[in-house]
């Protein structure tokens, strides 16, 4: 599948893990802050053009997943993937549209489906900046230890 961009940036969770930035075909940026108190690459946005499958990003097995309201008003698809290489950790996916997997269905990375295509989100995403026009629509990726517990940040809800 062809990767226009990585954006890093700050994931929600406290128990997000940074991620390293390997040598890749895709260019990568490091996006500015968003005061959310964790690593500045615990979180990745992946743009990708709008026909492109989505697949796991690793083996293992998925937890949960289905529909959530992103920012109080647009429905979202998500999954969690309990990595194989991590018993107990959590690679989170949201940005989605048509879930194809559900609870306890074993993944392999780079060849299972987990949708047909990325969600076209009706506003400006912070990566966008640094796409071209229009903007492809990106898949957030995070890696999760639940273990650390997740402070809530002030002002968050509907």
Partial sequence: ATVELIGFHEAGHDGSKQQQVLDTAAPTVTLETRGRGTGSRTAADIVVPPDTEIRSPVTGTVVRGGTYVLYCDYSDDFVVIEPD?????EVKMFHFDGLQVGAGDRVVAGVTVIAPRATPLPFESQVDEFTAEPSN???HVEVIDPSIPDIPTPGGGC
């Fill in 85 to 89: 290489a991590r018993p107990g950790w």
């Fill in 137 to 139: 629509p990106h898949v």
